[in-house]
């Protein structure tokens, strides 16, 4: 993967995502899937969203180890939401998406969202895996054998 598609973030492909999922909502709906009041359900997965991927970047702030992607690790974080899951700042990201495609309620606003996870899968998770083997091998094999990837 070449370093110009990884300097494109995670949280800018969130941004690119939560545009079209407002663009497609607005222009193709194409059906009206969640009513009013369910559709205010959406706040919940936003919220919890936000929460993780926040806190797990303030994890690895605290641990010393590098927020963004494919820098060098220094710290292999298994603590709070890395328990769970081994993903949290992406799975947040998934989250929030996923709470304003329910807020918007149309399945235009959700269309966006598998092509979102795709992203952050092939672009980004599938490397991110290999660079933490080869930076803590054994104890990062050990982790990725007790903790599932996304929940």
């Known amino acids: 993967m070449s370093a110009t598609v990884r300097r494109v973030l ?36 936003l919220a919890l969203g936000a929460v993780m991927a926040i806190s797990s970047a303030r994890a690895f702030r605290r641990a010393g180890t590098p927020v963004v992607p494919f820098e060098p690790s220094t710290t292999l974080v298994t603590g709070g939401w890395f328990r769970m899951t081994r993903n949290p700042m992406y799975l947040g990201l998934s989250l929030i998406l996923f709470g304003v495609a329910l807020i918007d309620g149309t399945l235009g606003a959700f269309l966006p969202l598998p092509v979102f996870v795709a992203v952050l899968h092939f672009r980004f998770i599938r490397a991110e895996e290999r660079f933490l083997e080869g930076i803590f091998g054994d104890q990062y094999r050990d982790y990725r054998a007790q903790v599932r990837r996304w929940w």
């Not at 709906?29 to 205010?40: E, F, G, H, S």
Request: without cysteine; hydrophobic residues 55%.
């Open 10 to 45: 995670p949280p800018v492909w969130l941004v690119v995502a939560l545009l079209a999922s407002f663009t497609l909502d607005r222009w193709w709906p194409i059906a009206r899937l969640v009513q009013t009041p369910w559709k205010y359900l959406g706040y919940l997965p």
